[in-house]
């Protein structure tokens, strides 16, 4: 292992170099295919490919992500690929994360060169992206086709600003849930984080999520949103998606 720089001292890289949280004895994402699963739990989770091509050209608006746990923007850039990829023109995505342990833009830089795919979106955020504590960065991409958002600040408190600041008007459009094994981390999967994300959620706001456990589940039917588990990726024999219904 060498050590990482993160804001608690609590990342370093594994003997593969990969990224590992030594606070929550756990991965970034999954060594073996971290890109194709984010693409699979994040991106056909949320159904995003059909949702980005079918949004009405003739119109522009803006389609919300949130996701709670940034880490090393693998997820935002896959969506931000995506995005690219199906979304007309006249619309923009505006991706807004949280944060409480920011990695450095030179972090990120190593942990997303795993994918050289990434390499256009990795080099523009890491020339961006300036984490600090207990604020909020505001980033635009693509020419202003991407906005991204980052409260770096504890999950709760983060969704509330979100709210507060009327950061997402709409609420969401999808919820990606990102924050480390709730086994290892239940405060990224407490209820304070599920009426958090109700607060911020419309008729037919979908969830995805790479976690099936119980708790996730119940706590998320509790604050109105119908979950489901579906076949997963990998070694994950089966992942969550949902929908709110309010
Ligand atoms: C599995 S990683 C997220 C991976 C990320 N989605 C990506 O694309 O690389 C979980 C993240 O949640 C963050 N985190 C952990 N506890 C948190 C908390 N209470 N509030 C906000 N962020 C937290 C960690 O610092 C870590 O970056």
Redesign the pocket.
Same mark, same amino acid.
């Given at each position: 292992m060498t050590s990482g720089n =993160?804001m608690d001292g609590t990342m370093v890289w594994d003997s593969q170099g990969m990224p590992w949280?030594v606070a929550?004895d =756990?991965?970034? *994402?999954c060594k073996e295919y971290g890109y194709e699963e +984010?693409l699979y739990v994040v991106c056909q989770g949320n159904n995003l490919k059909e949702r980005f091509s079918s949004l009405d050209s003739a119109v522009d608006g803006v389609f919300t992500i949130i #996701?709670? /746990? *940034? /880490?090393? /923007?693998?997820?935002?850039c896959c969506a931000w690929q995506l995005w690219d990829e199906c979304a007309p023109r006249s619309w923009s995505l505006h991706f807004i994360s949280? #944060?409480?342990?920011?990695?450095s833009a030179d972090q990120i830089v190593r +942990?997303l060169s795993l994918w050289p795919c990434l390499s256009p979106h990795k080099e523009e955020l890491a020339a961006q992206y300036r984490p600090g504590s207990g604020g909020m960065g505001d980033f635009s991409f693509g020419s202003g086709r991407i906005r991204l958002t980052v409260i770096f =600040?504890?999950?709760i408190p +983060?969704l509330a600003a979100i709210k507060e600041q009327g950061l997402a008007p709409n609420g969401a459009d999808a919820w990606?849930l =990102? /924050?480390?094994a709730p086994s290892k981390?239940p #405060?990224?999967w407490s209820d304070g984080v599920f009426s958090g994300m109700a607060a911020l959620s419309r008729c037919g706001t979908t969830l995805a999520t790479f976690t099936v456990a119980g708790f996730v589940r119940r706590g998320l039917e509790a604050q109105g949103f119908e979950v489901q588990r579906v076949l997963g990726h990998g070694r994950k024999k089966n992942v969550l998606t949902g929908h709110f219904k309010g």
């Open positions: =993160d949280s929550f =756990d991965q970034y *994402f +984010a #996701e709670t /746990g *940034f /880490g090393t /923007g693998l997820d935002f949280v #944060e409480l342990y920011p990695l +942990a =600040d504890h999950v +983060a990606s =990102d /924050g480390f981390n #405060e990224m």
